[in-house]
């Protein structure tokens, strides 16, 4: 029986979209059955196109380093809209990680966008947090609201940001803007706000502060919290408060905000504990594992989602590994970890802009662990005697010719058929009228290939091919035509036997494979190639 896989891969950051990442699955591993995946981060918008139907509208917005951008909304038949925090405040969206200070990035253009959906009538706003390239504990967002922050004198703040939060004394809630519908925060992580576990010290040199401003950022985001401690109820949850530089923090206790984990989302959306044990194997992954990845990330949200019995059936593909198997005990269900850096590329760049054709290889050699590619021989002979004057090869027999010793036993291949329509003959049924009528019309049969690595009967997986000895053959019988069925056999033909091709003809394959040709026209080039002279 053919493996069923579950594939669930998120994104890599920079180089391929979940989705990508699902096509090229469902096209190179049979029996896959594949859904774009995120956290709430990098993707969480397009993953949430794949799943909802609605309407998209475009809303105008400052980016976190002031540039006037549009970014797209989603609103679902049910009057829910969805919007993704990173392409407003995110991290990729800088043309350079270094062309601002974190400091000066601003997460008010996230909050221009929460005003402007009031405009919309929305019933409930899921807002995806992650992937962020700010770290201003939601100031900014807040100022857009209408929240004035105001100095020891009394006056407002002018440019407001993190750099400048221990100047803040007393808040004016005065007039705040009052948003007419709920908000649900999807969180791309469980990090506390503050600490060696917080927003900062985790986040914060990925975009780009070194260590002096982390330490700087961290007191500022612990001053703030005392503030905000004396105007606003903080509760003593704390997970995903330090999501998107502290952005889940400020929507979860002062925006009263529902809070759910992105990947829990995005798996109640595929029925995830439901349809998972219709599969053998689950794959998935990220762009970089390590230790975040278990920490309310896809990969960590899978497999906690996963028995005992699931051990030793997940397969992880990510860019590159930072996990040590030993020392992990998050990866005891996991049978192995495919990777392009160190396995396949030193070069990061490299291995960015390669990353589908490294991912393929990944796929095959998950083929050759699970052996669904298999080094299979040529395990029956040539069919051929002293009469024989057309040799026709194919490239290497199929899963069925394989099973019955016999060339194109599949009852699905038009061969025999076309043959015999070439010939105005019956079509041969038995195993011996198909040698007879062979024998009849001095007609010999064999393969390209004596060896090789095949997945199934697919010409498209073949590798590792240990060629026929065609020359024994030519030198024995007097072969006067060779006819090339398909063009995996006329490939390999010009590859190990140039000096035959004058004898060869290379005409279309009567695979059921190759829909392309009609079966009349296979008759017609069949009987010209073989009848001519």
């Known amino acids: 029986m053919p493996y069923k896989f579950l594939v669930l891969i998120d994104s890599f950051k920079g180089s391929i979209s979940s989705i990508e990442l699902a096509k090229l699955f469902k096209t190179n591993l049979a029996g896959s059955k594949t859904y774009p995946i995120s956290d709430g981060g990098d993707g969480f918008y397009e993953t949430i196109k794949y799943y909802k139907k609605g309407k998209e509208v475009f809303i105008n917005v400052d980016s976190l380093e002031g540039r006037q951008i549009s970014v797209p909304v989603l609103i ?24 601002t200070n974190i400091f000066d990035r601003s997460s008010f253009g996230l909050g221009q966008a929460l005003i402007k959906l009031n405009d919309f ?3 409930k706003l899921f807002l995806g947090l992650g992937g962020s390239g700010t770290s201003d504990l939601g100031l900014g967002v807040l100022s857009a609201l209408g929240y004035k922050f105001l100095s020891e004198d009394g006056q407002e703040i002018k440019n407001l940001n993190i750099r400048k939060a221990k100047t803040i004394k007393t808040i004016d809630l005065a007039n705040i803007t009052k948003l007419n519908y709920e908000i649900t925060i999807v969180n791309d992580c ?31 985001f612990i001053y ?63 762009g970089c594992l390590d230790e975040q990845s278990f920490d309310g990330k896809v990969v960590g949200g899978i497999l906690s989602r996963l028995d005992e019995n699931w051990k030793n059936r997940v397969f992880l593909f ?28 030193e070069n ?8 589908k054709k ?38 290497f027999p199929s899963v069925k010719s394989r099973e019955e010793n016999f060339y194109y036993m599949n009852p699905h291949n038009r061969f025999y058929s076309v043959l015999a329509s ?14 007879d009528f062979l024998r009849n019309h001095n007609i010999a049969l064999y393969d390209v290939i004596e060896s090789c690595e095949i997945e199934g009967s697919k010409d498209n997986s073949i590798l590792n091919v240990v060629p026929i000895d065609l020359d024994k053959i030519m030198s024995k019988y007097k072969i006067d035509k060779i006819i090339l069925n398909g063009g995996k056999a006329a490939s390999l033909f010009k590859k190990y036997f140039k000096k035959y091709l004058i004898f060869a003809r290379i005409l279309p394959s009567t695979s059921p494979l190759n829909a392309n040709d009609k079966l009349n026209k296979l008759v017609e080039v069949y009987k010209k190639a073989i009848l001519d002279d």
């Open 76 to 99: 679902d038949e049910n009057n829910n809209a969805y919007l993704e925090s990173a392409k407003i405040i995110g991290l990729t969206i800088l043309q350079d990680v270094n062309s």
């Open 121 to 123: 009538n929305i019933n």
């Open 190 to 220: 469980k990090n506390e706000l503050f600490g060696l576990n917080g927003a900062n010290f985790v986040y914060a040199h990925q975009k780009g502060a070194n260590k002096e401003e982390i330490i700087t950022l961290d007191e500022n």
């Open 224 to 286: 703030l919290n005392d503030l905000f401690s004396k105007y606003f109820c903080i509760t003593k949850d704390t997970i995903g408060d330090g999501s998107a530089g502290g952005l889940g923090y400020v929507f979860k206790h002062i925006l009263h905000a529902n809070y759910f984990q992105g990947i829990d989302f995005l798996l109640e959306q595929i029925n995830f504990d439901k349809i998972k044990n219709n599969f053998d194997y689950i794959i998935s992954g990220e």
């Open 318 to 345: 990510c860019g590159q590994n930072k996990i040590s198997r030993e020392n992990d005990k998050n990866l005891e269900k996991i049978k192995k970890i495919y990777t392009i850096l160190q396995k396949h590329t």
């Open 348 to 355: 990061e760049k490299n291995a960015i802009k390669n990353v």
């Open 358 to 395: 490294y991912i393929k290889m990944n796929i095959t050699e998950l083929k050759k662990d699970l052996e669904i590619i298999k080094k299979v021989n040529h395990t029956f002979p040539i069919f051929i005697n002293e009469n024989s004057k057309i040799l026709i090869l194919g490239s």
């Open 422 to 435: 070439v010939f105005n003959e019956e079509i041969p049924i038995t195993l011996n009228d198909k040698k």
